[in-house]
């Protein structure tokens, strides 16, 4: 049932957006191919890879420049042979680049947000990660007319939620997050009060994805894809 009231729209940014995690994904095939591990599968390098993300995350954050530096200390961690000079240098390359990559806006999501816009829906932007890059994607974007807010934080949590909608006076009822991670876009709105709709992308990082666990007394919906807001909102 679509509502015609004025609704506020907390909407994410990366792989809701525009393109993102697959930047990550050619990345991390270039460190594979120049790794060349003889023993250890994809899969396993990728596990203690991640062990190596979850540990730093939690002191550095997010974004290119700390998968950069995670994928150096694996390399340190797990390479078979002497490293010479540049080969740091070289793992550094494959992540620098994801900052230079053009920004790819998903299919619909300029019309939509343009249509929510129009039906008087409050939209804002709330995107975890490192705050010059996410601010470099935004800029460069082109999404600034649709938002009234643009919030980056470093992680998004339930707190972070519950902050958010307290400096914005949102009402839980009519307040809704809309996103593609579990992790870090439905599950905390939904404990936090608020409803969510999720929008599932085929390539979302593996570490954003877990179950949906409905909480509250939010709802919650699956669309198949950016445009089907529209039959919401």
């Known amino acids: ?40 599968t994809p899969q396993e390098t990728r596990d203690i890879f991640d062990e190596i993300e979850i540990a ?4 550095h954050g997010y974004g290119a420049q700390n998968f950069a530096r995670n994928m150096v200390q694996c ?5 078979e042979r002497h490293i010479a000079p540049g080969d740091l240098d070289r793992v550094m390359s494959f992540a620098d680049r994801i900052l230079h990559q053009p920004i790819e806006m998903l299919p619909g999501v300029e019309s939509t947000l ?36 643009f919030e ?23 307040t809704w997050m809309i996103g593609n991670s579990p992790k870090s876009d439905i599950n905390p709105a939904l404990e936090a009060g608020l409803n969510a709709i999720f929008v599932p992308y085929a390539r979302t990082w593996t570490l954003e994805n ?20 529209s039959k919401f909102f």
């Open 152 to 174: 980056i934080v470093r992680e998004k949590d339930v707190a972070a939620y519950r902050d958010l909608a307290s400096r914005h006076n949102l009402q839980p009822e009519i």
């Open 1 to 40: 049932m679509r509502r015609d009231a004025p609704q506020s729209l907390i909407i994410d940014a990366d792989d809701t957006l525009w393109e993102n995690n697959i930047y990550f994904e050619q990345a991390w095939e270039e460190f594979l191919d120049f790794l060349n591990h003889s023993t250890l």
């Open 56 to 59: 730093n995350i939690k002191i």
């Open 210 to 229: 877990t179950e949906l666990r409905p909480a509250g007394p939010g709802q919650l919906h699956i669309v198949e894809n950016f445009g089907d807001l």
């Open 75 to 79: 390399y340190q961690h797990l390479v």
């Open 114 to 149: 343009a249509y929510l816009l129009e039906r008087n829906h409050d939209l804002i932007l709330f995107t975890k990660g490192h705050p010059e890059e996410q601010r470099l994607k935004i800029d460069r974007s082109p999404i600034g007319e649709f938002f009234r807010e």
